[in-house]
């Protein structure tokens, strides 16, 4: 093992020479993905890591003579999707000149905003020591909760095993329905089921109606009513010249009781009915005379205020309702995708997890009833075991920055405040930056510095661009309007002239987007020999994809139809989900 001394800064370059020769060269060698494969920011940093820490060499690249890396330098530039890059390539020569071809890299979402991304780039998963983990497993056998050695499927498997038994004899042990949400006789849930409610900063986060002209709210339920206190719901939608309407309403109770199931005639003729999600069809619908009006009528009839609503992302619902309700368990919320707090679980996929049910398996769309009562089984269950009850045991994370001092590695980061304030901890070099020019100019500075290893940086410039733009409500029109001809265009094109459509973009952002690649390229000058550039783009313009969202759920006036509107948001979806990454070796 070579000497401390020799493990950090320009003396790494020297003490390799005798085993690689003085002209090794460190070289990036991407290899050739699998169809329709892309990588996540995990990877990226994984990269870093690999390189620079203990981590897990990466399975997509190979860095050929990696000791040889004397610095890393980490560029973070939001806004630049693949779309854009393909179309605009032109003006981009150092991307292509410099580093090569990209790798297609999975956003966070599409509606992901940039602090969202940097956390993923900036912050790992802790490796604890071995000793960490024996005296952590101590103390969970001592406690008699889960240690690491237990298998955690076994034990939800337990728990609901154990919650479909109580299910059996549930008139025994708890009141259901209309006397109420708590559980009766000798057990009690370990939290209140107001505990799992969403708070009102969540609802509104989560695209729930809050104030909304023409929505109904419910209201007090009247003394010595029956208003029924826990209800689940699920509703079905059908697309009409204005979107999707609403075209069926389910309400259960907590045995699974139907309490409400009826169909519902849209206020505009019926253009596509959804059959494939909403199951509904023409002969469904061909009698039925029920308007939104009449169902919101029965719906307040049933729902007070103080009824817990259950279901699966039921903004949705609430909005093809028009209805404003505060008391939600939300259990696209209450179980935790695997991938993180910014996906939200399938409905199926959580139903056939932690209730062993196969739901939305049959080939004429989903069933309302069935819907709501999975949520119903999930929320009880979540409520009978626990908060912790189906979450794996919580693994901690750690700033990317304090991995790497760890391994002696020298950091720089250069920021805004914010940036700066949550991720330069410890002997980080923390350096505030102004502009992407006086990003570049420090960055620089610490590339060139012997006493820095890795360097991160951020050029903002064409996320700033996106977020003006939606700002105005003109820009905004121009934009979809724009985004739907070349839509309607390129529908029109063949296969081979599509590869080559691109969508115009304007002078402003074509400056941006020159200034970015000069940027770039005196960035990569200032590079030393062996030093490793990585460029991720983390997302496309996902400013705007928020915008229309909130355009769509508001019902806020456009010029433009809401059919075409919510085809532009799926084609921006699309495009800003994918953002790029490039990787390569200054030689």
């Known amino acids: 093992m070579a000497p401390p001394d020799l493990k950090r800064g320009p003396s790494t370059q020297t003490a390799y020479f005798d085993i690689y020769g003085p002209e090794a060269r460190a070289e990036a060698i991407l290899k050739t993905p699998e169809v329709h494969t892309t990588l996540s920011l995990q990877d990226i940093q994984g990269l870093v890591t690999w390189?620079?820490?203990?981590?897990?060499?990466?399975?997509?690249?190979?860095?050929?003579?990696?000791?040889?890396?004397?610095?890393v330098v980490l560029l973070y530039m939001p806004g630049l999707d693949a779309a854009l890059f393909m179309s605009q390539s032109h003006l981009l020569r150092t991307l292509r000149e410099c580093c090569g071809n990209p790798r297609a890299v999975m956003a966070v979402s599409s509606v992901a905003d940039s602090s969202q991304t940097i956390e993923a780039l900036l912050t790992c998963k802790h490796k604890r020591k071995r000793q960490d983990?024996?005296?952590?497993?101590?103390?969970?056998?001592?406690?008699?909760?889960?240690?690491?050695?237990?298998?955690?499927?076994?034990?939800?498997?337990?728990?609901?095993?154990?919650?479909?038994?109580?299910?059996?004899?549930?008139?025994?042990?708890?009141?259901?329905?209309?006397?109420g949400t708590s559980f009766s006789g000798t057990t009690e849930p370990p939290f209140p089921v107001t505990y799992y409610t969403l708070t009102n900063r969540a609802l509104q986060d989560?695209?729930?109606?809050?104030?909304?002209?023409?929505?109904?709210?419910?209201?007090?339920?009247?003394?010595?009513?029956?208003?029924?206190?826990?209800?689940?719901?699920?509703?079905?939608?059908?697309?009409?010249?204005?979107?999707?309407?609403?075209?069926?309403?389910?309400?259960?109770?907590?045995?699974?009781?139907?309490?409400?199931?009826?169909?519902?005639?849209?206020?505009?003729?019926?253009?596509?009915?959804?059959?494939?999600?909403?199951?509904?069809?023409?002969?469904?619908?061909?009698t039925v005379t029920t308007t939104i009006?009449?169902?919101?009528?029965?719906?307040?009839?049933?729902?007070?205020?103080?009824?817990?609503?259950?279901?699966?992302?039921?903004?949705?619902?609430?909005?093809?309702?028009?209805?404003?309700?505060?008391?939600?368990?939300?259990?696209?919320?209450?179980?935790?995708?695997?991938?993180?707090?910014?996906?939200?679980?399938?409905?199926?996929m959580i139903a056939k997890k932690f209730l062993n049910k196969e739901i939305q398996q049959s080939e004429n769309g989903h069933n309302s009833i069935e819907d709501a009562r999975a949520a119903m089984d999930l929320a009880l269950l979540k409520i009978w075991n626990g908060p912790a009850f189906g979450s794996p045991p919580c693994v901690p994370h750690q700033k990317l920055v304090s991995l790497l001092s760890d391994h002696g590695r020298r950091c720089s980061l250069i920021d805004q405040k914010e940036v700066l304030q949550r991720y330069a901890i410890g002997s980080c070099n923390a350096i505030l930056s102004l502009s992407d020019d006086d990003a570049l100019s420090k960055a620089i500075k610490e590339v060139k510095n012997e006493h820095a290893d890795?360097?991160?940086?951020?050029?903002?410039?064409?996320?700033?661009?996106?977020?003006?733009?939606?700002?105005?409500?003109?820009?905004?029109?121009?934009?979809?309007?724009?985004?739907?001809?070349?839509?309607?265009?390129?529908?029109?094109?063949?296969?081979?002239?599509?590869?080559?459509?691109?969508?115009?973009?304007?002078?402003?952002?074509?400056?941006?987007?020159?200034?970015?690649?000069?940027r770039v390229r005196d960035l990569f000058t200032a590079l030393p020999t062996n030093g490793l550039l990585i460029i991720s783009t983390g997302h496309g313009d996902t400013a705007t994809v928020k915008r229309l969202r909130d355009v769509l759920r508001q019902k806020l006036e456009t010029k433009i139809s809401r059919q075409k509107l919510m085809m532009t948001l799926e084609n921006l979806q699309a495009d800003a989900e994918i953002g790029l990454g490039w990787f390569c070796v200054k030689h």
């Not at 390189?51 to 610095?71: A, C, E, R, T």
């Not at 889960?146 to 009141?175: K, L, V």
């Not at 009824?307 to 209450?334: M, P, Q, R, W």
Request: include cysteine.
């Open 51 to 71: 390189v620079f820490g203990d981590g897990v060499m990466p399975p997509w690249i190979f860095i050929k003579n990696k000791p040889l890396i004397s610095k």
């Open 133 to 179: 983990f024996s005296q952590a497993n101590s103390d969970n056998e001592a406690s008699g909760a889960p240690n690491s050695r237990q298998n955690w499927g076994q034990i939800m498997e337990e728990a609901t095993t154990s919650f479909r038994s109580q299910r059996e004899t549930i008139g025994t042990n708890r009141t259901i329905g209309r006397s």
């Open 206 to 286: 989560n695209g729930y109606p809050i104030e909304v002209a023409g929505f109904v709210s419910t209201r007090h339920a009247p003394p010595g009513s029956t208003s029924y206190k826990m209800l689940a719901l699920d509703c079905e939608m059908c697309y009409t010249s204005e979107g999707l309407e609403l075209t069926r309403v389910t309400l259960v109770d907590k045995e699974g009781k139907v309490v409400l199931d009826k169909l519902v005639k849209p206020s505009r003729a019926i253009i596509d009915y959804n059959t494939r999600y909403s199951g509904i069809t023409g002969e469904m619908m061909a």
């Open 293 to 348: 009006q009449d169902i919101q009528e029965e719906f307040l009839n049933l729902v007070s205020r103080e009824t817990v609503l259950v279901g699966h992302s039921l903004e949705s619902d609430f909005l093809a309702l028009k209805v404003i309700h505060n008391l939600v368990i939300d259990t696209a919320l209450l179980y935790k995708h695997p991938r993180g707090t910014h996906f939200k679980p399938a409905l199926r």
């Open 454 to 518: 890795f360097v991160w940086t951020q050029f903002c410039e064409i996320n700033s661009y996106y977020e003006n733009q939606i700002r105005n409500a003109q820009t905004l029109n121009a934009q979809a309007a724009e985004m739907i001809a070349l839509t309607t265009c390129s529908d029109r094109l063949s296969k081979s002239t599509k590869k080559t459509f691109g969508h115009e973009v304007s002078s402003e952002l074509q400056a941006i987007l020159q200034h970015m690649d000069k």
